[in-house]
């Protein structure tokens, strides 16, 4: 049950995209294509914005994208906006009932 | 509107015990599988547990197993969570999530989340 990798803070200016990058292993994100990203702003719940590893739930902004390759997931905002400040989380499915998910990156709009 | 509603969290001395609750509603409470996931401070989200739709199938992390129990009740569209013998590392913000696909036994990633409540084990 080890955390997925993500890196720890990413950021950009208003209008300019940002990757974020999830490491896994075969085990989980490169067994399933089952990558959900989450945005979490501080005292809100977090919110899906990514799921089955590139999907977007209707009424999440189109800026928002999913990929993955092998073990490694990304999540792609472009057209950077203040209010895209928030923490990011990755979670995979990891077999049986269990979940895994990364430790979070926190995004700053400069 | 799916809605999910937490509470039972306070300060709890190391040792102690605690039972967290989630109320839901706005969906078909039974027929999907439910999820605790936790948030400390400094910490990422961590997976804590899940339980399907009937309540008869539940996982846990290692770092909870044979201390938190997952349990449902079905009748009271209601989830719980107890905790025993806690400890400092357990304090954190404890989310309730529902499953993303109905089924009963779908563990698929949440696709909505409560506010949370927040435990503090200290003494």
Known sequence: ?110 | EVQLLESGGGLVQPGGSLRLSCAASGFTFSTYAMFWVRLAPGRGLEWVSSLSGTGGRSWYADSVKGRFTMSRDNSKNTLYLYMNSLRAGDTAIYHCAKGQCSGGDCYRPPDFWGLGTLVTVSS
């Open chain 1, 1 to 110: 049950q080890s955390a997925l990798t993500q890196p720890a803070s990413v950021s950009g200016s208003p209008g300019q995209s940002i990757t974020i990058s999830c490491a896994g292993t075969s085990s989980d994100i490169g067994n399933y294509n089952l990558v959900s990203w989450y945005q979490h702003h501080p005292v809100k719940a977090p919110k899906v914005i990514i799921f089955e590893d590139t999907k977007r739930p209707s009424g999440v902004s189109d800026r928002f994208s999913g990929s993955k390759s092998d073990n490694t997931a990304s999540l792609t905002i472009s057209g950077l906006q203040a209010e895209d400040e928030a923490d990011y989380y990755c979670c995979s499915y990891a077999g049986g009932g269990t979940l895994v998910f990364g430790g979070g990156t926190k995004l700053t709009v400069l």
